[in-house]
T-cell receptor
Framework: GDSVTQMEGPVTLSEEAFLTINCTYT??????LFWYVQYPGEGLQLLLK?????DKGSNKGFEATYRKETTSFHLEKGSVQVSDSAVYFC??????????FGPGTRLSVLP | DGGITQSPKYLFRKEGQNVTLSCEQN?????MYWYRQDPGQGLRLIYY???????QKGDIAEGYSVSREKKESFPLTVTSAQKNPTAFYLC???????????FGSGTRLTVV
C-alpha cells in the first residue's frame, strides 16, 4: 500500500537557521502531496500542498517541490523562527482513497 | 467562517464509562474522519464516513462507535471496551475522498 516516510526527529535549530525536513513516499498513480503542521495542543493545519509533479507548494516562507523522479516532497524554510516550533506531517492522498500520513517530525527552534 | 468544531476540548472519563466526543462542521463537506493521536505518535484512523448514514471502520475501530445521521455531525463514542482510551482525538472533514482534510482543534480524553 501507499506509505510516507519522514526524517526522524526531534530536529533542533537555532533561530534564523535553514530548515529541511525530508519526506519520501511510495504510492501508485499520481497522488497529491501535503504538509500539515500541528502546534502544541492543537489540531493539524494545512501548511502547503502540491497536486502534480514539479509543482511547488509555498506558504509562510515554507516551500516543498513535488519530485516524482525521486518520490520526494522535502519541506524547506530559509530562516526559521521560534514560532515555527511544532510537529510537521507529510501526507499523500490518491483519488478515492484516505490520507496516508507520515509519523511526524518535531521541530524545536531555540532563540 | 466555516470550520470544524470539536467539543469538549478536555474530557475526563471514569473507567467503565462510555463517553461521546462531538464533531460538527459547517463546510458542507461530505466526508468526515476520526483519528487518534498518542503522545509522540502519528495519526491512526478510527472511523470515517463518506456520506450520511454510512461509515466504515478504520485501522483501530475496536472499542469505538460512530453515527452519521446528519451531514454536519459525526460523533464518536468511546466505549468501555476500549482498554486504553487516554489520547488526543482529532476530527477532520473533506469535500470527498481524495481531497485535502480540514481538522478540528481536538479533544483530549483522559481516563481517571
Amino acid at each position: 500500500g501507499d506509505s510516507v516516510t519522514q526524517m526522524e526527529g526531534p530536529v533542533t535549530l537555532s533561530e534564523e537557521a535553514f530548515l529541511t525536513i525530508n519526506c519520501t513516499y511510495t504510492a501508485t498513480g499520481y497522488p497529491s502531496l501535503f504538509w500539515y503542521v500541528q502546534y502544541p495542543g492543537e489540531g493539524l493545519q494545512l501548511l502547503l500542498k502540491a497536486t502534480k509533479a514539479d509543482d511547488k507548494g509555498s506558504n509562510k516562507g515554507f516551500e516543498a517541490t513535488y519530485r516524482k523522479e525521486t518520490t520526494s516532497f522535502h519541506l524547506e524554510k530559509g530562516s526559521v523562527q521560534v514560532s515555527d516550533s511544532a510537529v510537521y506531517f507529510c501526507a499523500l492522498i490518491n483519488y478515492g482513497q484516505n490520507f496516508v500520513f507520515g509519523p511526524g517530525t518535531r521541530l524545536s527552534v531555540l532563540p | 467562517d466555516g470550520g470544524i468544531t470539536q467539543s469538549p476540548k478536555y474530557l475526563f472519563r471514569k473507567e467503565g464509562q462510555n463517553v461521546t466526543l462531538s464533531c460538527e462542521q459547517n463546510l458542507n463537506h461530505d466526508a468526515m474522519y476520526w483519528y487518534r493521536q498518542d503522545p509522540g505518535q502519528g495519526l491512526r484512523l478510527i472511523y470515517y464516513s463518506q456520506i450520511v448514514n454510512d461509515f466504515q471502520k478504520g485501522d483501530i475501530a475496536e472499542g469505538y462507535s460512530v453515527s452519521r445521521e446528519k451531514k454536519e455531525s459525526f460523533p464518536l463514542t468511546v466505549t468501555s471496551a476500549q482498554k486504553n482510551p487516554t489520547a488526543f482525538y482529532l476530527c477532520a472533514s473533506s469535500v470527498g475522498t481524495g481531497y485535502g482534510y480540514t481538522f478540528g482543534s481536538g479533544t483530549r480524553l483522559t481516563v481517571v
